[in-house]
């Protein structure tokens, strides 16, 4: 049984758009084939509330491969699209001074429908943890009113300092 939903997905504005992609690129940094979210319409710092949308389009670097004649959106991806949530709004309550919050794991994630080219792909997180060493969130991804994805996003700080691991 797939838990509550955090917000009423059909009460969400996707026309009111907080930020737009060039705002979020302002603050995340993943780039071409990685960008994962079209917009953020919803910040509520006092609550920890965020809600963005990422529209699924028919030319993704995924569709032609995952699956030929039924594209589906890879779970890993929605995922990245929810841990790209997360990581907007640590940047927004500048949960740390350099770098930014990068996908650390997840918990409890279960895929409970389909997302495909054409679809827009809801996402609220709700922050649970906000730390500057370890941040964990609450994420739904939604098409339509249907959930098709729930689980705990964690997020983990990188300083733009960091050496690669074997570096010298």
């Known amino acids: 049984m797939p838990p509550a939903p955090l917000v009423d997905p ?3 504005d996707t026309a009111r758009v907080v930020a737009d992609r060039e705002q979020i690129r302002r603050s995340n940094p993943q780039r071409f084939e990685m960008e994962q979210l079209s917009a953020i319409v919803h910040l509520d710092l006092e609550n920890k509330l965020i809600i963005g949308y990422k529209d699924v389009a028919p030319d993704e670097f995924w569709v ?3 699956m ?3 594209p589906l959106m890879p779970g890993v991806l929605i995922c990245e699209a929810a841990a790209q949530l997360s990581s907007y709004f ?6 740390h001074e350099e770098g930014f919050i990068a996908f650390g794991g997840m918990e409890e994630v279960r895929f409970r429908g389909q997302v495909r080219p054409g679809d827009r792909l809801l996402l609220v997180g709700k922050g649970l943890r906000l730390h500057r060493r370890h941040t ?4 739904q991804g939604f098409v339509g009113t249907n959930m098709v994805f729930h689980g705990k996003i964690i997020g983990v700080p990188i300083s733009g300092q960091d050496e690669a691991p074997g570096a010298t």
């Not at 964990?136 to 994420?139: Q, V």
């Open 64 to 66: 032609r491969g995952h």
């Open 10 to 12: 059909a009460t969400i």
């Open 136 to 139: 964990i969130f609450d994420c």
């Open 90 to 95: 640590c940047n927004q309550v500048r949960l």
């Open 68 to 70: 030929p004649d039924y």
